[in-house]
């Protein structure tokens, strides 16, 4: 079975301050991971996926196999980034299983 | 707007009534998948076509529930006999077909949803 879990359903951060979303998963084999992103109002898209190693709106995700985690970082809060982010986990051909999200507050 | 488009955006149905919603991926994307959301959870996975084949449905879709996409192209979610545990978003999302560079998955592109509300 795949599992993601997001510990923090809500993160409160200082505009300017650092970002983690955390994310740990849980699947047997070679998981692909991304994270998803839903801004007020909008529809959800892809932020970022960990085979790709790109750093999208500042933010940057490493996969740790030791430690199944995939957390979500970036240096420099903006309040643009205020949105429920979404972990997900594809182990098998299409299938996504998605975390319960975690919505981050930027404080002005 | 060329993203995947979904109809309606929202529905208020008396429970008992059978609801069919409305999915157009973007067009040329082969994989069309059905999610459902419910209030503080993430999207949960019903069923996945590659083309017009249904290849995968999760325990969720219980027997009321049927999705098709009879040409491949756009894809309908019936729900028999409304409960008000169907109360709930539910999401279409589409995909390319081949993503190379070794990728097995490629990225999803969701619609807007429609709202159910089973009264």
């Known amino acids: 079975a795949q599992r993601v879990t997001q510990p923090e359903k809500l993160l409160s951060v200082f505009k300017g301050a650092p970002v983690e979303l955390k994310c740990n998963y849980s699947?047997?084999?070679?998981?692909?991971l991304f994270w998803y992103v839903q801004y007020s109002r909008q529809r959800l898209q892809l932020l970022l996926r960990h085979i790709s190693r790109e750093s999208i709106k500042g933010f940057t995700a490493d996969l740790n196999k030791g430690e199944t985690s995939f957390h979500l970082k970036k240096p420099f809060a903006q309040e643009e980034d205020s949105a429920m982010y979404y972990c997900a986990l594809s182990g098998g051909y299409q299938k996504v299983t998605f975390g319960t999200g975690t919505k981050l507050q930027v404080i002005p | 707007d060329t993203g995947v488009s979904q109809d309606p955006r929202h529905k208020i149905t008396k429970r008992g009534q059978n609801v069919t919603f409305r999915c157009d991926p973007i067009s040329e994307h082969n994989r069309l998948y059905w999610y459902r959301q419910t209030l503080g959870q993430g999207p949960e996975f019903l069923t996945y076509f590659q083309n017009e084949a249904q290849l995968e449905k999760s325990r969720l879709l219980s027997d009321r529930f049927s999705a098709e996409r009879p040409k491949g192209s756009f894809s309908t979610l019936e729900i028999q006999r409304t409960e008000q545990g169907d109360s709930a978003m539910y999401l279409c999302a589409s995909s390319p077909r081949d993503p190379g560079r070794g990728l097995r998955n490629t990225e999803a592109f969701f619609g807007q949803g429609t709202r159910l509300t089973v009264v």
């Open positions: 699947y047997s084999g070679s998981p692909e």
